[in-house]
C-alpha cells in the first residue's frame, strides 16, 4: 500500500518553470520505480518521465527532453519533476505513479503501474 500525493502545480506563463513534487507514504522504499504521466482534455494519458528505482536511469519522453527533469529523493520518499520552458501543450492534469520493481529496469507504460496520485492541474498561459 502506497498513497501519492503531488503538489506545485499552478499557472504560469510559457516560457516559465515550475517544480511539481510527489510525496509517498506507506510501504515505501527504493524499490519502487516512480514516474510522472499527464493528460490534456480530450487527450490520452500520456508518460512524462520516469525514473528507476535506485535514481540512476531516467526516461524522458520526447515532448519534454532536455525541458523536464525527474529526480527522487528517498530519504524524504519523494519524486519531483522540474519543469523549464513550459509550453502552453504542457497544460494537463499531471499524476505521479509508482510501481515496485525487481532490478533497475525501466518502463513507461501506465498499465504498469499499481499505485497513483490524485494528480495535479498545469496550466501554462501564452
Known amino acids: 500500500q502506497v498513497h501519492l500525493v503531488e503538489s506545485g502545480g499552478g499557472l504560469v506563463q510559457a516560457g516559465g518553470s515550475l517544480r511539481l513534487s510527489c510525496v509517498a507514504s506507506?510501504?515505501?522504499?527504493?524499490?519502487?520505480?516512480m514516474g510522472w504521466f499527464r493528460q490534456a482534455p480530450g487527450k490520452e494519458r500520456e508518460v512524462v518521465a520516469v525514473?528507476?528505482?535506485?535514481?540512476?536511469?531516467?526516461y524522458h519522453a520526447d515532448s519534454v527532453k532536455g525541458r523536464f527533469t525527474i529526480s527522487r529523493d528517498d530519504a524524504k520518499n519523494t519524486v519531483n519533476l522540474l519543469m523549464n520552458l513550459l509550453k502552453s501543450e504542457d497544460t494537463a492534469v499531471y499524476c505521479c505513479?509508482?510501481?515496485?520493481?525487481?532490478?533497475?529496469?525501466?518502463?513507461?507504460?501506465?498499465?504498469?503501474?499499481?499505485?497513483w496520485g490524485q494528480g495535479t492541474q498545469v496550466t501554462v498561459s501564452s
Open positions: 506507506g510501504s515505501t522504499s527504493s524499490s519502487y520505480m
Open positions: 505513479a509508482a510501481e515496485q520493481a525487481p532490478d533497475e529496469r525501466l518502463f513507461w507504460s501506465a498499465s504498469l503501474f499499481e499505485h
Open positions: 525514473v528507476n528505482r535506485s535514481g540512476g536511469r531516467t
